[in-house]
């Protein structure tokens, strides 16, 4: 599973107030944290105005990359916003997002398409988000058209087929599913992803939604997800269905997991 760290995000309140005060040791410690434990990518995001974007982007992403060395997932709505950062990244990591709205694809493909970079493609496109499979599937594959054109390979694409809200869209999940499903028997190279915590906003005790939903997903080939790897739960979630689904042979990751203490034993001398 791909981990892509989900907290430096101004989206999220306690992020955002580190962002406006420019907190660089909360900043500096979400960074660390979600590195030691397992996140293969750090989402950055900076979540202010577009006036001021793109010079905290910058400040976000400096920081990041002085604190570790995990790889960056630049993340914009705006195209030229995460051009512009780009130069600013030390190594490839990942772009979050492209999708078949505005020309996104063909404004950002040509830039990335001979690199390293990582795409995340999101199933939406200028009509909004679907709720349908079917139309998920449809703007997956208009993007993977346009990829091709640019020979930036499956393996090279991320798409996220956008969950709803299930206290709104009670086949939230059913649709995610199926989507996820379709899209990778079409394009069997491609990796499938989330932002896991979409589907329980506004629900109660998200924490039971957000790891069920994540076994589920998993058991429809999911093979990397945005998510909090600091929380303990997730990951034993996470450690548990690989086991499951025979993706941790000889469940090494997950007794590794145990013995850490991750499931609340103590860690061995």
Not at 24 to 50: C, F, H, M, W
Not at 249 to 265: I, K, M
């Amino acid at each position: 599973m791909i981990i892509i760290g989900e907290k430096i995000n101004g989206s999220i309140p306690s992020a955002a107030k580190a962002i406006a005060e420019r907190d660089e040791a909360y900043i500096r410690e979400l960074a660390r944290k979600q590195s030691e434990s397992g996140a293969d990518y750090l989402d950055v995001n900076a979540g202010t105005p577009p006036d001021i974007e793109r010079e905290t982007l910058a400040w976000l992403i400096g920081l990041v990359q002085d604190e570790v060395d995990t790889p960056i997932c630049i993340d914009s709505s705006n195209p030229e916003t995460i051009l512009e950062m780009i130069p600013l990244v030390k190594k490839p990591g990942m772009i979050n997002s492209v999708s078949d709205e505005a020309n996104k694809c063909e404004r950002l493909f040509p830039h990335v398409a001979s690199g390293e970079w990582k795409i995340i493609a999101l199933t939406c496109d200028d009509r909004g988000i679907p709720a349908a499979p079917d139309r998920k599937f449809e703007i997956a594959g208009a993007i993977m058209k346009k990829a091709d054109s640019f020979g930036i390979a499956q393996d090279r694409i991320f798409f996220d087929a956008l969950v709803n809200t299930v206290g709104t869209t009670p086949l939230a999940q059913v649709s995610f599913t199926e989507a996820s499903r379709r899209i990778k028997e079409a394009f069997p190279g491609v990796h499938l992803t989330s932002g896991l915590s979409n589907i329980s906003f506004g629900m109660p005790c998200r924490k039971a939604i957000n790891q069920c939903f994540l076994t589920l997903a998993m058991n429809s080939g999911l093979d990397s997800a945005i998510m909090d790897p600091t929380n303990s739960d997730m990951r034993a979630a996470l450690y548990a269905t690989q086991v499951l689904l025979a993706l941790d042979e000889d469940c090494v990751d997950y007794l590794s997991a145990y013995r850490g203490g991750l499931f609340g034993v103590p860690k061995k001398p």
